[in-house]
């Protein structure tokens, strides 16, 4: 269904692949599988290589200038465009719209700030040990064109949706989750406005008869589908999916107690897994199945990740951190951590309720690095005296690692959750991770 709605799509049109990374590469070879347009244009503002040959190439920093001399544009995650779509003559669409478009009715999609990856994997492989025909893919790493050959009319599609798979995205899938909002990307988006309405495309297109399930007070404001509430803790009653008293999940007139020796730790993968068990008993799956994935589900890394004892601390490592909640999620997940090592990018967000926290927490230690640390240390001076002399500065992770080795008491735990992006230094926060991994193991010099 897939390549005949593309066919269909750019048959005598003019395709621009807007960015050509993995997904622009993945569609391209569907476009050059379908054929039957007009021209085929690529336009990134980096210098290529192994592009196709029948491509025209706009490579530099005007690249977006070509978009006008196309009629179709697929849009690659995070290029910020320099028009908006209503301001352009061709048509912006995107990987994901075309997909949606094909197999709304089999997916279901799992966006929010924090925790999509991990309910996105769990609850793909809840389903298959549960023998149930599922595929994965998205923006956890594997570009939606690439999934076409595994999907039958039987296979339920896990998709990690992106925020910037969403901004333009006109298609929703049948079965939604917005997990969580938190103040994430206004380098790109500008406003929590602007980024809470992008989000919420995960369900704005939806039709009646859809299923939404959402962890965010308030909404949904649009959109046809039944709408199930997901809360954490007994401050919503009335809600469909609640986590109740720590391991117990509320599911209808369903109640499970989560397994003791699951291997996702911290009150924020409970959640994740209360929105798992919910997703796979709409599909039929049996309660016992759901626990065994859930038993058996291998953690991602740089997720709240133990790396071991060295220098007799307890290190974990969650780079994936880059929001203030998050940082407060493990810390109160790990309440042996004596001291915390925050900071990275600094992207604009308020750090008041992070600053607020750490006010009150037990944590004795508290590194602040890189530039938001820099911002959080001379912020942290209208906090108090008692927050004040729990800090130090230091210009980069690795000071921030020998300093914790220095202070650190023996026994108890170093957490690295930067409540912050890494971009200002690293590529992602999987090279952040590895690097902070390094450090403390002794492995190499990272830099």
């Not at 909404?219 to 008293?245: N, R, W």
Request: proline content about 4%; glycine content about 8%; some cysteine.
């Amino acid at each position: 269904m897939l390549l005949h709605i593309l066919k269909e799509m750019i048959a005598n049109q003019r395709v621009l692949l807007l960015g050509f990374g993995r997904e622009g590469r993945a569609l391209s070879r569907r476009i050059h599988q379908v054929g039957g347009y007009a021209a085929l244009g690529i336009a990134d503002a980096n210098a290529l290589k192994d592009t196709p040959a029948d491509a025209v190439l706009h490579i530099g920093s005007d690249y977006q200038n070509a978009m006008e001399a196309y009629d179709i544009v697929f849009k690659s995650p995070g290029i910020v465009l320099e028009r908006t779509p209503a301001e352009l003559s061709c048509r912006v669409t995107s990987l994901t719209e075309l997909f949606l478009s094909a197999y709304r009715d089999q997916c279901i999609g799992i966006t929010g700030t924090k925790g999509k990856s991990t309910t996105s994997s769990l609850l793909y492989h809840v389903l298959q040990t549960a023998g149930v025909p599922s595929v994965l893919g998205g923006n956890i790493g594997i570009p939606m064109a690439e999934l076409y050959e595994q999907i039958t009319p039987e296979t339920v599609i896990v998709l990690e949706i992106g925020v910037h798979q969403l901004e333009y995205n006109h298609q929703s899938p049948k079965t939604a989750v917005l997990l969580n909002l938190f103040e994430e990307h206004l380098d790109h988006y500008g406003t929590f406005a602007y980024y809470a309405y992008c989000k919420e495309n995960i369900y704005r297109n939806q039709h009646s008869g859809d299923t939404l399930i959402c962890g965010v007070k308030g909404l949904p404001e649009e959109g046809d589908a039944q709408s199930a509430v997901l809360s954490l803790g007994m401050d919503a009653p009335e809600a469909d999916i609640t986590l109740l008293y720590g391991n117990t999940i509320k599911f209808g007139d369903e109640t499970q107690l989560l397994p003791d020796d699951m291997p996702l730790t911290g009150v924020h993968n409970r959640y994740n897994c209360a929105v798992v068990y919910a997703l796979a008993r709409m599909l039929h799956v049996e309660k016992e199945a759901i626990l065994r994935g859930i038993v058996s589900y291998q953690p991602l890394p740089h997720r709240l990740s133990p790396i071991g004892t060295f220098d007799g601390i307890r290190w974990y490592d969650d780079s994936i951190s880059t929001a203030c909640e998050t940082c407060i999620q493990a810390l109160n997940s790990l309440p042996e951590t004596d001291t915390v090592l925050i900071g990275g990018m600094d992207r604009g967000i308020s750090y008041e309720p992070l600053l607020r926290y750490l006010c009150t927490a037990k944590v004795p230690h508290i590194i602040l690095m890189s530039d938001s640390g820099k911002r959080m240390y001379e912020e942290a001076e209208g906090y108090g005296h008692k927050l004040v002399s729990r800090i130090s500065y230091v210009p980069d992770l690795p000071s921030a690692v020998a300093l914790a080795k220095e202070i650190t008491e023996k026994g108890k735990i170093c957490l690295m959750s930067p409540a912050a992006a890494s971009y200002n230094v690293y590529r992602n926060f999987e090279e952040r991770g590895e690097c902070y991994r390094k450090l403390v193991t002794g492995e190499t010099d990272a830099e």
